[in-house]
C-alpha cells in the first residue's frame, strides 16, 4: 500500500477496507497512535473503537511482555518492512486475546515511512493459515535469519528508496565451498552448527542499514543497501566481499578437526545490472556461478559478457543431455608405452564428444558443465563399463593384455558409488581387475583424507590398479601420499612443455620421478610431443609415456589396429636430441 503525505487518505476507500474486511485492522503511527481501526477489531477485544481510535497501542493491553514484543515488532519492522506472528496477551479489558498478527509498513511515495498497518485474525480462525505458517515464518528456523521471501522483500523496498535517493545496491550471494561433504562426513548436526556460525559472522560484517538471509540450503544473501553509485558502489561491494572473507577465515573445531571454512561469492548492483529483485538475484547467481570455477575464497562481480557465458553454457548444458541420451559421446583411447621397449603398454580412455551441427566439442569446454550440472555421473558410469567393456573385446581378440586407465572426477569421487560400479563392470565383463587403472586427481582426495584412503583401499582390495593423475598440480606432500594405495603417479603434461628449455622444471620432475620410485611407484609422463623432451624423461629414468610424439587419442578400431601390428615408439640417440634440443634454444 503507496500513500502520499499524512492528510492525503483516501478516506472513503479507506473506510470501505476497515468496514468489510474481515480481519481485525488497525492503522498505527510511527510513534504508534492507533489513527483508525474498524469494527471487527472491536468485535475481537470488545474495546469500542472511541477509546481505541487517538491513543498508544500500547494502551490496549494489561501485559507486562507487550513493550518487549512490540520492540521486536519494531526492529523487524526497520529491517524487513512487516512482522508476522503470534499474539496471545491480556487485553486492557482484562480478557486473553489470541491471534495471529501482521504488520506491515505502508511505503509513502516520498520520504520516510509515517504509517502501519497491523491485521489480527482470532486463533480459532486462521487455522488454515497457522497450518501454513511454516511458510509464511519471516525467520529461517536454524540460523534465525530472514528467508529468502524476506530477502525479496527487502531487496524491493532497497531498490524503491535507492531511487529516489540516486542511490545504489548491493547483492552478494554466498556459497559455502564442500558443505555436502562436512554433513556426509562430521554429521548433520555438524553442517548445522556450521551454518549458525557463518550467519553470526556475516551478520557482523554489515552495517544496521544492510542485512543477511539465508536463501538456499548453504547459501546466503548479503543485501547492502544506501550505497554510492558507479565505481564507489564497486569498491564499497569489494571492501564488504574482504571483510566477510576475514570474517570466515577463523577455522572451526569438530570432532577434534580443524575445518576450514572457505566460500564463492557473487556480486551485483542495481541499478547498471539490474533494476528489479528477480534479475539481480539472477545475475548474482550468474557471478557466483563464475566465482565457484575459480580458486576458493573467490568473488567475483556481475558483467553482461558473463550473461552471455551463462547463455552459451546454459546452450551446452542442454545439448550435453541430449547427447547422453542420443549416445553421441564416445571414448577414444591414447597409448601409453613402456620407454625402454617402447611398446604399448597401456591407454587412457577419453571421453569425445562429436555434435551433430557443431562438429567436436572440447572436453575444457564441455567437462566442467557436466560436473557442475551432475551430468558427470550417469557419464562417468557409462564411460567406466565401456572401457571394461571394450578390454573384454581386445581379450576376445586374443591381443596382447593392455590396461586402460579411466579418468575419476572428484564429483563421482565424492557423490557417486564407485565401488559398487567397479565391481560390477567386472562381474558383467570378467576382465583381469589390474588391467582396468582408475586416475584420480590430487584434489578429489585431499579435502578428507581418511575417508579418501578407505575408499581407495577397498577399491585397490578388487585388484584395480589405481593412479594419481596430474601430479604436482595439487597440494598433496610426500607424508599424505604414501597413505593411499597409488601404483602409479602421472605427471602434468604442464611440467613438460618447457622442460627442455626450463632446468627448474626439470629438477622438479627429477624430484617426483625419485619420489614415486622411493614409493615402489611407476611414474607416467603425459604430453611428450618432441625427441628433446623424450630423450630427457629416458634420462631421468620415468618408466611410461604418453604423447603425441607416439599418437594422438583415436577411436577404438583405430587403436585397435595398432595392438594387431605391435606399432612401437621409436628410439633416439642422445646426440640426436641434444642437437634437436640446442636449436629450440
Not at 318 to 334: D, G
Amino acid at each position: 500500500m503507496v500513500v502520499g503525505k499524512d492528510t492525503s487518505f483516501d478516506e472513503k476507500m479507506l473506510r470501505l477496507l476497515l468496514e468489510n474486511s474481515l480481519e481485525g485492522v488497525l492503522l498505527v503511527d510511527r510513534r504508534g497512535v492507533v489513527i483508525k481501526v474498524n469494527q471487527a477489531f472491536s468485535a475481537m477485544t470488545e474495546i469500542k473503537q472511541d477509546f481505541i481510535e487517538g491513543r498508544s497501542i500500547f494502551r490496549l493491553f494489561n501485559d507486562e511482555g507487550v513493550k518487549e514484543l512490540f520492540e521486536q515488532i519494531r526492529n523487524d519492522l526497520w529491517h524487513d518492512g512487516f512482522w508476522q506472528g503470534d499474539l496471545d496477551k491480556n487485553l486492557v479489558n482484562n480478557q486473553s486475546f489470541r491471534a495471529f498478527l501482521k504488520v506491515s509498513a505502508i511505503l509513502p511515495k516520498s520520504g520516510p515511512v509515517r504509517h502501519y498497518l497491523c491485521q489480527l485474525v482470532e486463533d480459532g480462525t486462521f487455522n488454515l493459515s497457522r497450518s501454513n505458517s511454516h511458510l509464511l515464518s519471516a525467520r529461517d528456523p536454524l540460523t534465525k535469519l530472514a528467508n529468502k521471501p524476506v530477502f525479496v522483500d527487502r531487496l524491493q523496498r532497497a531498490i524503491a528508496t535507492a531511487a529516489r535517493y540516486d542511490k545504489s545496491v548491493g547483492v552478494m550471494i554466498l556459497d559455502l565451498d564442500r558443505f555436502r561433504q562436512i554433513n556426509d562426513s562430521l554429521g548433520v548436526a555438524s553442517g548445522d552448527k556450521l551454518l549458525c556460525i557463518v550467519a553470526e559472522r556475516l551478520t557482523k560484517c554489515l552495517r544496521d542499514s544492510d542485512s543477511v538471509a539465508r536463501i538456499g540450503a548453504d547459501e546466503f544473501g548479503l543485501l547492502l543497501s544506501d550505497i554510492d553509485e558507479g565505481p564507489g558502489a564497486v569498491r564499497n561491494s569489494g571492501f564488504v566481499a574482504q571483510k566477510v572473507y576475514e570474517a570466515l577465515a577463523e577455522s572451526v573445531r569438530f570432532g577434534g578437526k580443524n575445518v576450514e571454512i572457505t566460500a564463492a561469492l557473487g556480486i551485483t548492483l542495481y541499478p547498471q545490472d539490474g533494476k528489479n529483485p528477480e534479475e539481480l538475484l539472477q545475475n548474482a547467481e550468474t557471478a557466483l556461478g563464475h566465482a565457484r570455477r575459480g580458486s576458493r575464497n573467490n568473488y567475483q562481480f556481475f558483467s553482461h559478457k558473463m550473461a552471455d557465458v551463462a547463455r552459451r553454457r546454459f546452450a551446452l548444458e542442454s545439448s550435453l543431455r541430449q547427447a547422453v541420451e542420443n549416445s553421441e559421446l564416445s571414448i577414444y583411447y591414447q597409448p601409453q608405452l613402456n620407454m625402454k621397449s617402447g611398446k604399448i603398454i597401456g591407454a587412457e580412455a577419453l571421453l569425445r564428444w562429436i555434435h551433430p551441427e557443431h562438429g567436436v566439442i572440447s572436453p575444457v569446454e564441455f567437462i566442467p558443465v557436466a560436473e557442475e550440472t551432475g551430468l558427470i555421473l550417469p557419464i562417468g558410469d557409462w564411460v567406466i563399463r565401456t572401457a571394461c567393456r571394450q578390454m573384454a573385446i581386445w581379450r576376445d581378440m586374443k591381443l596382447s593384455a593392455i590396461r586402460v586407465g579411466v579418468n575419476l572426477s572428484a564429483v563421482q569421487f565424492q557423490r557417486q558409488d564407485i565401488e559398487k560400479i567397479i565391481r560390477e563392470s567386472l562381474e558383467e565383463t570378467s576382465i583381469d581387475p589390474a588391467n582396468l587403472d582408475l586416475e584420480i586427481t590430487e584434489s578429489a582426495i585431499m579435502d578428507d583424507v581418511p575417508k579418501a584412503v578407505l575408499m581407495l583401499n577397498r577399491i585397490g582390495d578388487m585388484g584395480v590398479k589405481l593412479s594419481i593423475d596430474d601430479f604436482g598440480t595439487g597440494y598433496s606432500s610426500l607424508s599424505q601420499l604414501r597413505h593411499f594405495p597409488f601404483k602409479t603417479l602421472k605427471i602434468d603434461r604442464s611440467f613438460v612443455t618447457s622442460i627442455v628449455e626450463d632446468d627448474g622444471n626439470r629438477a622438479i620432475v627429477n624430484a617426483i620421478i625419485a619420489m614415486a620410485h622411493s614409493l615402489n611407484q611407476t611414474v607416467i609422463v603425459e604430453g611428450i610431443e618432441t625427441d628433446a623432451q623424450l630423450d630427457i624423461m629416458r634420462n631421468l629414468h620415468c618408466n611410461e609415456m604418453q604423447g603425441y610424439i607416439f599418437s594422438a587419442p583415436v577411436p577404438a578400431d583405430t587403436f585397435t589396429k595398432m595392438l594387431k601390428s605391435g606399432e612401437k615408439l621409436k628410439k633416439i640417440s642422445n646426440k640426436k636430441a641434444a642437437k634437436k634440443s640446442k636449436g629450440k634454444r
